[in-house]
């Protein structure tokens, strides 16, 4: 039915206004003071902001990884999702050598399809290239919508992929219209110092993050940014998590190379002494790449603000700490990497960002949502609010202090990486094209009821909203 959300601040990516959102047919059909009412529902948004929903570019749901399956799935992920403020996420789907691209984004449709209760896409990894994965390319991007690829430069016999199949997927990301993706880190490097560790009795999480310095991330984001440079191509570098990555970004943006950098919250508030923490608890914290010394995060947040750095994902990726994080006692490389970050994105870069004066209010808004969506092709439609775009609105109530904890998160896991950490700010009412999900802190979403996104080719708008515009 029809809505008019009063009373509200209005803030994207470039303005901060007070107006009322008039929403019809799931998209935003007029923005104005004091809007009639014309029987529509009236939702409060007094002292509260109302921004774009969230966009989550980075995350594993219902992910086989470290022998063992990420424990949140698209029901559970996403609606701890839009708990945190976020209507559009974009999963990676992972796909097996030696067998067609198509059955992997099958898989992956059939564990969102009937699940997703917030729009999603998703991302494809490519782990080689040969004849038939240059023939599947054009029906991956032209019908499944998919503009965005994704390679490993880690995780060595597992996902990794060689700098071949690197470049030649520069060079097909290039001529198709697609955005490449690396996880950037030495895995061969790391597979030595793992090794080394090892063999020599040193079996503590803390390990995970001496095996993997700062260095091997840089060396690997140089490389990425220097094949980019080479092939004239375009890379969206995930998860920087140190000042040496940071810097190889920068320096390639400097020299012209189409670069973009993504930071996620656990870097930004958390750092590598957690790995230390006793009883095995360190295990909570490992991620790929790990926490690093306190000292990055001011670099990280600079970034951020300068625009070095343009994105914040989750890359929400959740074990249990009991019964998954455990498979890596007595063997840290054991340890499946990774954390539950989807619901806590958003309030800890408004928490931790716009509260203490890190970013502004409206590069909040770029970082989370507006800017994604231009660069994964979901722009105008998702991202902003403006008319003619869908109603994925969050309401936000800047006041709320409050205590994150596993006790009350939505998430499936069984910690939270942000225990006791006190936070101001929380979405109250959340709407997917028009329609609450969230409704007064309540779920009232539907399974399902999130809609299979397919993108627009890099650089390109999207065609449906460009043609719902010019319709208005
Ligand atoms: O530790 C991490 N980041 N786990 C998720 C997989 C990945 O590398 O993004
Ligand atoms: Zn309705
Ligand atoms: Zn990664
Ligand atoms: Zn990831």
Known sequence: ????????????????????????????????????????????????????????????????????????????????????????????????????????INVWHAKSREKAVIDYGFHLMIGEVNESVLNE?????????????????????????DDETLFNTLVAAKELGALVMVHAENG???????????????TEPIYHALTRPPEIEGEATARAAT?????????????????EAAAKIAEARSKGIEVWGETCPQYLVLDQSYLEKPDFEGAKYVWSPPLREKWNQDVLWNALKTG???????????????????????????????????????????????????????????????????????????????????????????????TISAETHHMAVDYSAFEGMKVTGEPVTVLSRGEFVIRDKQFVGKL???????????????????????KM
């Open 308 to 402: 070095q750095l343009q994105t914040v994902g989750s890359d929400q990726c959740s074990f249990d700490f009991k019964g998954q994080k455990d498979l890596g006692k007595g063997d840290f490389s054991k340890i499946p990497n990774g954390g539950p970050i989807i619901e806590d994105r958003m309030t800890i870069l408004f928490s931790e960002g716009v509260m203490k004066g890190k970013i502004s209010l409206n590069q909040f808004v770029d970082v989370t949502s507006t800017r994604i969506a231009k660069l994964f092709g979901l722009y105008p439609k998702k991202g902003t609010i403006a008319v003619g775009v869908d109603a994925d609105i969050v309401i936000f109530d800047p006041t709320v202090e409050r």
């Open 227 to 243: 094949f980019t440079g080479l092939t004239n191509s375009q890379l969206y570098v995930v998860h920087v998590s140190c000042a």
């Open 1 to 104: 039915m029809k809505k008019v959300i009063k009373n509200g601040t209005i803030v994207t990516a470039t303005d901060t206004f007070q107006a009322d959102i008039f929403i019809e047919n799931g998209v935003i059909s007029q923005i104005g003071e004091n809007l009639a009412v014309r029987g529509a529902e009236v939702v409060d948004a007094k002292g509260c902001y109302v921004f774009p929903g969230g966009i989550d570019p980075h995350t594993h749901l219902e992910m086989p990884f470290g022998g063992t399956v990420t424990k949140d799935d698209f029901e559970t992920g996403t609606i701890a999702a839009a708990f945190g403020g976020t209507t559009t996420i974009i999963d990676f789907c992972l796909t097996n050598k030696g067998e067609p691209l198509k059955d992997a």
């Open 188 to 202: 061969d490097v790391i597979d030595y110092l793992v090794k080394k560790a090892l063999s020599e009795g040193n």
């Open 137 to 161: 390319l054009p029906s991956v991007i032209e019908e499944e919508g998919i503009t965005s690829f994704k390679v490993f430069m880690a995780y060595k016999n597992v996902l990794q992929a």
């Open 448 to 470: 399902g009821a999130g809609q299979y996104l397919k993108r627009a080719k890099y650089g390109k708008s999207y065609e449906t909203v460009e043609s719902k515009i010019v």
